[in-house]
């Protein structure tokens, strides 16, 4: 399996607009956050994770133009479906299917009402919806009718019920705060986590850095990375130099292969 890290940003990317605080201004190319979205490749099959309006960018800046079998989407917020229209070219391969639970495939119907439509205009993408539920796996099938397994979790965005995905031993949660019994279950034997932490102080809707190491201390996955970051974060690799070993501070363009 290999996750490529499209975005590792907060919804104002960094730098953000207006700012010229030491990391906005950071010639580190590290330092450069476009908003959060992974592609996950395994098997054959090429998964999307969110969307967002950075989609065109990440999308060029990847070696080659594949299909993409199927796009996971977290929640409703812009930052993580804003891209969706973006998805047209590689309908030119075939559908792309979106698979959402129920709040959310309601809000993008209502937000992107002719990407759902009856009877769409020529040159619409072609990303027919498809309903999820936590804890309740299903499959996405990859071109040659090879079929990767993925699993729904629960979690917290701050009074928010949002999902994260658990596909193999690699899991991806984003934008939680907490999160119920029944998916710290579903995380056990991880060998790759990768994680929300927003910055360094406490917020009502995303992880702090410290809180996001209390995780990484219950979950124990072998291996941990941190994403969805803003400018008050810090320098990534000061940020990097006071974590542990096993874990590290995600970046765009990061590739991380586990077996």
């Not at 928010?160 to 984003?174: E, S, V």
């Not at 992880?207 to 291996?223: G, T, W």
Request: negative net charge; charged residues 20%.
């Amino acid at each position: 399996m290999k996750i490529t890290v499209l975005g590792s940003g907060t919804s104002t990317g960094v730098p953000q607009v207006g700012c010229t605080c030491p990391v906005c201004t950071s010639t580190d190319p590290h330092d450069k956050r476009l908003r959060c979205s992974g592609l996950i490749e395994t098997q054959g099959v090429r998964i999307l994770i969110d969307c967002g309006p950075d989609f065109r960018e990440q999308s060029l800046r990847l070696p080659d133009f594949q299909p993409i079998d199927g796009v996971l989407i977290t929640h409703e917020h812009y930052d993580h479906v804003g891209g969706l229209d973006d998805l047209r070219p590689f309908c030119h391969f075939r559908d792309v299917p979106v698979y959402a639970e129920q709040y959310t495939a309601d809000r993008l119907k209502t937000r992107i009402p002719y990407c759902f439509a009856e009877h769409p205009y020529p040159g619409v993408p072609r990303i027919p919806l498809a309903e999820v539920e936590p804890y309740v796996p299903f499959k996405v099938t990859g071109s040659a009718g090879q079929e990767v397994e993925v699993v729904p979790l629960r979690v917290i965005h701050g009074r928010l019920p949002i999902l994260g995905f658990r596909i193999g031993k690699m899991a991806w949660i984003t934008d939680m705060t907490e999160m119920p019994a029944e998916t710290y279950a579903c995380l056990e034997g991880l060998d790759c986590l990768f994680m929300n932490a927003l910055r360094l102080t406490p917020h009502p809707t995303h992880q702090s850095l410290s809180q996001a190491l209390e995780q990484v201390e219950r979950i124990r996955p072998r291996k941990a990375y941190f994403i969805h970051a803003s400018h008050q974060l810090g320098m990534h690799a000061e940020v990097e130099a006071t974590l542990p070993p096993h874990v590290r501070l995600a970046y765009d363009g990061l590739t991380v292969e586990i077996g």
